[in-house]
């Protein structure tokens, strides 16, 4: 185990950040350094999720007895890729530091419209880092996996859910798979293997604390100071978490006879950007609406981007590479007003911080995903959030009950949309979720079925 000021050079020199959070040092420290691995992490958006990976390389690096897998799992192919450009920078920047025992780590990536490449398979005693969407490693656990030969079906079963750490982030958007690989490891405890499946959860807006003990923030972390001083050379770290923490998002809330209504007040909220030369993002629940808001906004000769879920993956990987979309990333530039609008496709799976947001109002989880797309970095004073509201819900709808519940939530933050006021609402947000999908149980009898390789 490393002292904590070698775990802070070994992690900058893997990673190229000046150093870790205190929150990455602390799951090294008190987790992974012991060969213990929390059930769930409950980590606010922005604050380096995916250098969980970092930190289990430097603890099977330095002995820990972690499974020698980790499976990262989220249910957006954008961030599947974004996920294996950073697990490859780690792999060269392992090649030039020479660490005995991971000089010859294997990367895979696991998606749809994407092949194979199989490194991660064809030796099992080798570390390696997986990447993959839901339907593609649930299908492999459950030995059916697309693509997948009969005869290398059990192999892929046995590899994903042996001496592996499936990390599943955006867990709160995927409850069923969330419960099966739970049940999983659940039986094979109760089996009693000795290289079963562990489980972690990562996520920002938690629908409930899964089985064991939840990973947070430190509590340095959770306390920032009122009044945030400018970057201190001594605490880069701390004062970046605190000031994504505490960053400015004044919440203003409007309302509207009924949901038809929104799509033509949001596009009235976002025309009041048109000449701030800001980055603007709109949310909309419904295509319709965001082809409405669209046709409102492009009149302004503006330039006006959509990303909605009917898109191919062409069409995004295209969209991403446009000097206008780019003016949502952290160092964005400068020019004319321009304008995202998205359905939910938005809210997770691309890294993008707008100067201001205007959204219709959704459910708990799918509003904390939209927030944390505002001044992502805590760099703008004047950051703003609009959100409409209907003042009759669709009765009988099944989001209504939810959505109604979110919007005393929403009501109760009085004009503060900070991921720190987010937070102190996370004890009280269960009813505000939308409801969970029907999730059959699985059972050892299921199992032993899926398991058979004949009959």
């Not at 060969?35 to 970092?54: H, Q």
């Not at 030039?96 to 000089?103: A, E, F």
């Amino acid at each position: 185990m490393l002292a904590p000021a070698e775990f802070r050079l070994a992690f900058s020199q893997l990673t190229g950040a000046p150093g870790p959070f205190p929150w990455q040092e602390k799951l090294y420290v008190e987790w992974f350094a012991k060969g213990t691995i929390p059930s769930s992490c409950v980590l606010p958006t922005g604050l380096g999720k995916t250098n969980v990976i970092a930190v289990w390389l430097i603890a099977l690096a330095h002995g820990a007895q972690l499974p020698r897998r980790l499976v990262y799992v989220v249910n957006r192919r954008t961030v599947v890729d974004q996920t294996t450009n950073e697990a490859e920078k780690l792999r060269e920047n392992l090649n030039i530091l020479g660490i005995p025992g991971l000089d010859s780590i294997s990367i895979s990536t696991l998606r749809g419209q994407f092949r194979d490449n199989r490194e991660w398979s064809t030796d099992p005693s080798r570390p390696a880092i997986i990447t993959g969407t839901v339907d593609m490693v649930g299908s492999r656990l459950l030995f059916s996996g697309y693509g997948v030969g009969f005869k290398a079906k059990p192999l892929h079963a046995a590899f994903l859910g042996q001496d592996a750490l499936i990390v599943h982030d955006e867990a709160h958007l995927e409850p069923a798979f969330q419960k099966l690989i739970e049940r999983i490891a659940e039986e094979q405890a109760r089996c009693g293997d000795r290289l079963r499946l562990r489980v972690m959860e990562l996520t920002a807006t938690t629908r409930g604390a899964a089985s064991g003990e939840t990973f947070q923030l430190t509590d340095e972390e959770q306390n920032p100071p009122e009044f945030i001083p400018g970057p201190s050379p001594a605490e880069p770290s701390i004062y970046t978490v605190w000031r994504r923490l505490a960053s400015a998002k004044k919440l203003v809330l409007s309302d509207v006879e009924d949901d038809k209504d929104a799509a033509k007040e949001m596009a009235r909220k976002a025309l009041a950007h048109k000449d701030k030369r800001a980055a603007v993002l709109i949310f909309a629940r419904t295509i319709d609406a965001v082809m409405t808001i669209a046709g409102e906004l492009e009149k302004t000769k503006r330039a006006v981007l959509l990303l909605t879920g009917t898109m191919r993956g062409k069409e995004r990987d295209a969209l991403m590479d446009k000097d206008d979309f780019r003016r949502f990333g952290k160092n964005g530039g400068e020019g004319d007003t321009v304008y995202l609008v998205c359905t939910s496709a938005g809210e997770v799976g691309i890294d993008i911080s707008a100067d201001h947001m205007v959204c219709d109002l959704s459910t708990w989880e799918s509003m904390a995903q939209r927030f944390g797309r505002v001044n992502r970095y805590g760099l703008r004073a004047d950051a703003h959030s609009d959100v409409v509201y209907p003042l009759a819900f669709e009765e009988n709808h099944k989001l209504t009950l939810a959505r109604r519940a979110t919007l005393l939530l929403v009501q109760e933050l009085k004009g503060d949309a900070s991921p720190r006021a987010l937070g102190r609402l996370r004890d009280r947000c269960a009813g505000a979720y939308s409801p969970e999908p029907l999730i059959p149980v699985a059972t050892d009898i299921l199992f032993d079925a899926w398991a058979l390789t004949s009959i």
